[in-house]
């Protein structure tokens, strides 16, 4: 754990693939791992990307070897007609770096932290030394059209292949992201409770209803779309 190695997907032509690592790192690959990774940081189970929505619902994992997690052919749909970039500037200067621990093992964790320190393993790139101050870059992210971001694949040698366009976009109602009922609320202390002094009945609650989530408008109307 010294040394976590970086995971390795090995895709099939049929859209399957397998994540794993080299040997000679720490860290695992599990089915607990990937889906660690698979739902951080989305917004939905709909998860855009600028050649495919991935519908995260219909992923399959499964463990096939030691750090070798399986995953099945995923079903996708129409890609958004927007893609989300990030834009980069200096906000400042800095000189210290914050890490997180949280629960259970928390003294476990720190010390690990510490031992990977101490070798020199950076969980930020952009960290240095405390030495001297260095720039701080922060990012925000943005939207633009998805026909000006263009998709190169840069091969070991150099080579640039620039990726096919999408020929049609999704709909904003194959965008939306469900959202699940809201859980009820526990009742107030002294709720139902009622004194002589003050007959007032408990205040009365509203049943929440699932509402979807609709994106903002984008290009193209996405009929006759095959999903893919």
């Not at 619902?57 to 099945?72: E, K, N």
């Not at 834009?87 to 690990?112: D, H, R």
Request: proline fraction near 14%.
């Amino acid at each position: 754990m010294l040394r976590c190695g970086f995971p390795i997907a090995e895709i099939a032509a049929d859209g399957s693939s397998v994540i794993t690592k080299h040997t000679r790192d720490g860290g695992m690959v599990t089915v607990d791992t990937v889906t660690a990774q698979l739902v951080y940081e989305i917004q939905g189970p709909r998860y855009l990307n600028p050649d495919a929505t991935v519908h995260l619902d219909t992923v399959q994992l499964s463990q096939v070897g030691t750090d070798r997690v399986a995953i099945a052919p995923v079903t996708g749909s129409p890609p958004p007609g927007t893609a989300k970039v990030a834009v980069f500037a200096q906000i400042g200067w800095q000189i210290s770096q914050m890490l997180f621990c949280t629960s259970p093992n928390v003294a476990e964790k720190v010390a690990l932290l510490r031992d990977q320190l101490r070798v020199g393993f950076h969980h930020d790139g952009g960290a240095q030394p405390i030495r001297n101050p260095w720039p701080r870059i922060d990012y925000w992210p943005a939207l633009l059209p998805a026909e000006l971001v263009p998709n190169t694949a840069v091969l070991p040698d150099g080579t640039r292949i620039e990726a096919p366009m999408s020929s049609c976009w999704a709909t904003p109602e194959e965008l939306a992201q469900g959202r699940s009922p809201e859980p009820p609320r526990p009742p107030r202390p002294g709720a139902g409770c009622r004194s002589a002094r003050s007959p007032t009945p408990a205040p009365e609650t509203s049943a929440v209803t699932p509402t979807s989530v609709s994106g903002p408008p984008i290009p193209g109307t996405g009929s006759g779309c095959d999903p893919r």
